[in-house]
């Protein structure tokens, strides 16, 4: 019994160490050649593991990864979500990931999506909207992932623009008037862009530069060379 209880220990910090060796890029075993020596098929086992480093989920037998073991993986690694069945990529599983890693937006399933998914997910990060559907790219989703990060402007459908969105935008982050539309690039825009961000004047059209606006770039030291002679 005890031996079991030591091989199940051996197995685990061979596979942290494994791990660990592999993050510091150190030429070790391929990720199937690990796979094939340390092969997880217990779960007291896999649970050990997935807690001291989440991608081990890759060396767990597929019908061991459950949802809450995909859970603790993704809590302790976000990177472990890649190695999570479809079926146990759950909104709570999505979330748990999201919170300890943005990169992992690519490896939501399409068919999780859902615009109550989408809204939670760019109020922590707006810059997220760019992985969420274009179907639900809604005007709510859109205006929360604006709310959070103005550059979120970039990935705004095009029939969504309006002025108080870029308005919105250019508040939380000057430099998002490069992403808004030449017709909403106005005057009332282009002061309040160069307020929060003073080379967002870059982007400020010909027409908009107005004696206003021209006169607020001169007493920006920062944008001064950028004004036409």
């Given at each position: 019994m005890n031996g079991g209880r030591h091989h199940r220990v051996d197995v685990t910090r061979s596979i942290s160490l494994k791990m660990r060796d592999d993050k510091n890029?150190?030429?070790y075993a391929t990720s199937t050649e690990m796979k094939s020596k340390f092969s997880i098929t217990d779960i007291k086992t896999a649970s050990?593991?997935?807690?001291?480093?989440?991608?081990?989920?890759?060396?767990?037998?597929?019908?061991?990864?459950?949802?809450?073991?995909?859970f603790k993986a993704v809590a302790q690694n976000a990177n472990a979500l890649?190695?999570?069945?479809?079926?146990?990529?759950?909104?709570?599983?999505?979330?748990?990931?999201?919170?300890?890693?943005?990169?992992?937006?690519?490896?939501?399933?399409?068919?999780?999506?859902?615009?109550?998914?989408?809204?939670k997910v760019v109020e922590s990060y707006g810059l997220a909207l760019e992985h969420v559907p274009a179907e639900l790219r809604t005007k709510a989703v859109v205006l929360?992932?604006?709310?959070?990060?103005?550059?979120?402007?970039?990935?705004?459908?095009g029939n969504l623009f309006t002025l108080p969105l870029v308005i919105t935008a250019v508040l939380g982050c000057g430099i998002a008037l490069k992403y808004a539309p030449?017709?909403?690039?106005t005057e009332e825009v282009?002061?309040?862009?160069?307020?929060?961000?003073?080379?967002?004047?870059?982007?400020?059209?010909?027409?908009?530069?107005?004696?206003a606006v021209l006169l607020k770039a001169e007493r920006l030291?920062?944008?001064?060379?950028?004004?036409?002679?």
């Open positions: 890029h150190r030429p050990k593991a997935v807690g001291l480093n989440g991608t081990a989920l890759q060396f767990v037998s597929q019908e061991l990864r459950t949802e809450s073991l995909v890649k190695y999570a069945p479809a079926e146990h990529r759950t909104e709570a599983v999505l979330l748990k990931a999201m919170s300890a890693g943005h990169y992992v937006l690519p490896h939501i399933p399409a068919d999780m999506w859902s615009e109550k998914l989408a809204l929360k992932a604006v709310q959070c990060n103005g550059l979120a402007l970039e990935h705004v459908p030449l017709e909403f690039r282009a002061l309040l862009a160069m307020a929060n961000a003073p080379e967002s004047f870059e982007y400020v059209p010909a027409v908009a530069r107005t004696e030291p920062k944008i001064k060379s950028m004004i036409a002679d």
